[in-house]
């Protein structure tokens, strides 16, 4: 079984012919809701590969909230220990993206924003999983205390450090298994441009030495660069034709914490992980864009 604990957001999005300018009111083109956060897109990555997957985390008591769970459920993400916050909105990133696919993003982290103490009890009520995935949408305070609680009770921790942070606190490092940064987050964390199998393998030692087992950073195109305490590898990327790449990262966690939950080597896991990542950014959309077990497995076989 794998746990999430992290956000649930409502996305937003409009199509604009250009990005307005202080003060215009602009005509757009249209208009969609779709269910996002980087702990529901993991939870949906991890589900549609068939491995029992549930999230921890808070919606507001609005109809956002109400259609937040009912997403999550029908991708048979268990949803017991997703808390409906009276006291605030459910988190909604309001998007507006151009006729040259350049953004605007405004996030809201309205209940997001509230999880900590509360939500870290109900966590540990669910600590039988394999693997715990962890994002960086909801406070940091409650991410650390998540992982202490994780590596205490035997759990394999996976935190994806995004978005990017410009620093995290030293003592989280230790209680982290692996860690997951693209180039631009790697590049954050250890102050140096990460951009290339080289530099990457120059930051995964860094993060080593900050305290984490593993360092897997993902290079979108170039493939993955992944440090353990024993060796490291280099896993490339599968040749796909590449059409959006929102949600590959998040993609990428979800395949690696479903074949590390099953018993697969690290190593192959990462291949999972690429795999799952490469397919995702074969199709347009987040959630609607993250594979099947059988789309997975049938890729691999090629
Ligand atoms: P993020 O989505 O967090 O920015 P990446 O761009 O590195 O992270 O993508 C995550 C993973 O998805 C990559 O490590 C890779 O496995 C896969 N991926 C992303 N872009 C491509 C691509 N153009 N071709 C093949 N695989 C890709």
Redesign the pocket.
């Known amino acids: 079984r794998v746990l999430v604990f992290g956000s649930i957001n409502m996305d937003l999005v409009t199509k604009v012919p250009h990005l307005p300018i202080p003060g215009e009111t602009l005509l757009g083109h249209s208009f969609v809701t779709v269910p996002g956060g980087k702990g529901a897109n993991q939870a949906v990555a991890v589900a549609r590969l068939g491995v029992p997957t549930a999230i921890v985390g808070r919606v507001g008591k609005d109809q956002f909230g109400q259609e937040l769970l009912r997403n999550l459920q029908s991708d048979r993400v268990q949803t017991d220990g997703v808390y409906i916050d009276p006291s605030n909105t459910s988190g909604v990133a309001v998007i507006a993206v151009d006729d040259n696919a350049e953004n605007h993003i405004i996030v809201i982290p309205g209940a997001n924003g509230n999880v900590g103490e509360e939500d870290i009890k109900r966590l540990t009520q669910q600590l039988s999983a394999a693997v715990l995935l962890l994002q960086l949408e909801v406070p940091l305070f409650a991410v650390q205390k998540a992982a202490q609680a994780a590596q205490q009770t035997g759990v394999k921790v996976i935190l994806d450090p ?1 978005p990017a942070p410009t620093e995290l606190p030293s003592e989280l490092y230790p209680v982290v298994d692996i860690i997951t940064p ?3 987050e790697a590049g954050q964390l250890v102050n140096f441009r990460v951009d290339s199998p080289e530099s990457a393998e120059k930051a995964a030692l860094v993060l080593q030495q900050r305290g984490v087992k593993t360092a897997i950073i ?4 170039k ?2 660069c992944c440090a353990t305490p024993d060796e490291t590898f280099f896993v490339p ?4 034709k ?1 059409v959006d ?1 929102v ?6 966690n979800g395949g690696l914490a479903a074949a590390l939950s099953q018993g697969y080597s690290l190593r192959e896991a990462v291949v999972w ?2 795999a799952t ?2 397919l ?2 074969t199709k347009s959309g987040a959630q609607s864009s993250l594979p099947t077990r059988e789309t997975v497995e049938a890729f691999l076989q090629e």
């Open positions: 995004a693209n180039a631009v993902k290079l979108g195109a493939g993955v990327a599968f040749s796909v590449a790449t949600a590959a990262g998040d993609a990428f992980g690429a990542g490469a995702a950014t």
